[in-house]
């Protein structure tokens, strides 16, 4: 029998054994690969990868993640994995299997980050864009500004020592006084604007936005704050969704009568427009994401139908998406360009062959070559290998690497004269990456020989490229 005397001892003894289970729990072991992977090894590695993702807890852990994660992909592309019977819709495809896990793995790794101070800097712009571009009616001008009141209280509260809510002005009425007529009536209000109001609201949230960034919020230690703060700006926006309008007011009836919000189970529990055009891209209902670009004129969702097609890449490409974003090409539209280089669309070589010689516009030119490679036609090789000797050598690394992605032997050539002569390790490594894309015999060896390079990534191209020529030479 024990006493009461006993019972501390034992409480102490039970800790202490806590403690030491705590000490014996093996610590989490970064994996490792071996120098040849093969399906195995690079499936036992993202296991142990996702392992790692799942125990993140900071912001350096899943650097570490991601890192791991381009080691997986460089071993996976050199690693020597059979093809899949191309005569067999059902043969098994290893590499293609393990690119789709990776691919995963990476969207799992962009969902844990965060929240970061500069998303709700961010989305508070978004909301700023929208008070700016709408013409609101009166009654929608009050509940624009009620939306606002509330989210500078809930950024005050979240951020006591950042927001000073009394020192914020969020009345819009502050400003009618000298736009009232004089009797007593403002005119803006009857026509459905009140530019001075908006003014002010525009000034309120620029005001939290500063705050907030001058807070230094870590998405680590602040982690519970950012997250009150961005589920403020999600209320903010929801908040302006719902006031009204006078030009969505025609606009909404006719989106309506077309069937664009019948994929909502519910109407008001989300900015509708968006949450339609969210489960529309899911659906593949490009003639809807069309609909949306062309009927709601604001930027805010013009920036989300393009970023729908883009994500959808060839699974949206239509005639009538064609049409929209050649024409949107044909301006040098840079993003209408991305999405075409993202559905694979030929229709667009020539089109994006007159901007490749635009050196007076490197941005257009960037986005240009990454198309041209992206879709893959020959047309392209000429042009492109002649902007290997262009002079701007923060481009002439994206025209190598295009070349490498269509994968034309016609390229090996320019591409070994850069590697072998270009004043630029950036531009040299691209091009000793491309030539391994291509991968031939003679475009391995080109690389090759240049093992013994001064320069740390031209060496590595040239380490990968001697392994994959090894591999070769290995019998089955």
Request: glycine content about 6%.
């Amino acid at each position: 029998m024990s006493n009461g005397d006993d019972e501390p001892a034992e409480a102490a003894e039970e800790a202490d054994a806590a403690d030491q289970a705590d000490t014996d729990e093996p610590e989490a072991t970064t994996p490792t690969l071996p120098d040849e992977a093969t399906e195995e090894s690079l499936t036992e590695y993202l296991e142990e990868i996702e392992t790692l993702l799942d125990d993140a807890g900071t912001e350096a852990d899943l650097d570490d993640v991601e890192a791991l994660l381009d080691d997986a992909e460089d071993a996976l592309a050199d690693a020597d994995l059979p093809e899949p019977d191309e005569d067999d819709e059902d043969a098994d495809d290893p590499r293609g299997d393990l690119e789709d896990r990776i691919a995963e793995l990476r969207e799992g790794l962009e969902e844990a980050r965060g929240p970061y101070a500069e998303d709700v800097v961010e989305a508070i712009e978004t909301s700023v864009s929208t008070l700016e571009d709408t013409e609101w009616t009166a009654e929608g001008r009050e509940d624009a500004a009620d939306a606002v009141e509330a989210f500078v209280d809930a950024a005050a509260e979240a951020v006591d020592d950042g927001v000073d809510a009394d020192a914020i002005e969020t009345d819009p009425d502050a400003a009618d006084g000298e736009n009232a007529d004089d009797d007593g009536t403002d005119a803006d209000d009857e026509a459905g604007t009140d530019d001075d109001g908006v003014t002010v609201l525009v000034a309120a949230l620029d005001a939290v936005a500063a705050g907030i960034a001058d807070a230094e919020l870590d998405p680590d230690e602040d982690a519970e704050i950012l997250a009150d703060l961005l589920a403020a700006t999600d209320a903010l926006e929801e908040g302006l969704e719902d006031a009204e309008e006078w030009d969505d007011l025609e606009t909404h009836e006719q989106l309506r009568a077309q069937g664009y919000y019948d994929v909502l189970g519910h109407y008001k529990d989300y900015p509708v427009e968006w949450a339609a055009l969210k489960e529309h891209e899911a659906r593949g209902n490009v003639d809807m994401i069309l609909l949306a670009l062309d009927s709601l004129q604001s930027d805010f969702m013009e920036r989300h139908c393009l970023e729908a097609f883009e994500r959808m890449g060839k699974r949206g490409k239509t005639e009538a998406s064609l049409e929209e974003l050649l024409g949107r090409a044909g301006k040098r539209d840079q993003f209408a360009i991305r999405i075409l280089g993202k559905m694979a669309a030929t229709e667009a070589v020539e089109t994006l062959l007159e901007y490749v010689d635009e050196d007076s516009n490197p941005q257009l030119q960037k986005a240009t070559f990454k198309a041209l490679g992206e879709i893959g036609d020959d047309d392209a090789v000429g042009p492109l290998a002649e902007k290997l000797a262009m002079e701007n050598d923060h481009v002439r690394p994206f025209a190598a690497r295009a070349l490498g992605l269509i994968g034309d032997t016609r390229a090996i050539d320019p591409l070994a004269d850069a590697l072998a002569e270009d004043d630029s390790d950036d531009v040299r490594a691209a091009a000793g990456w491309a030539l391994r894309q291509i991968g031939t015999r003679e475009a391995l060896e080109a690389v090759a020989e240049y093992a013994d390079e001064r320069s740390f990534v031209v060496q590595t191209e040239a380490e990968k490229a001697q392994a994959a020529l090894d591999a070769a030479a290995t019998p089955a």
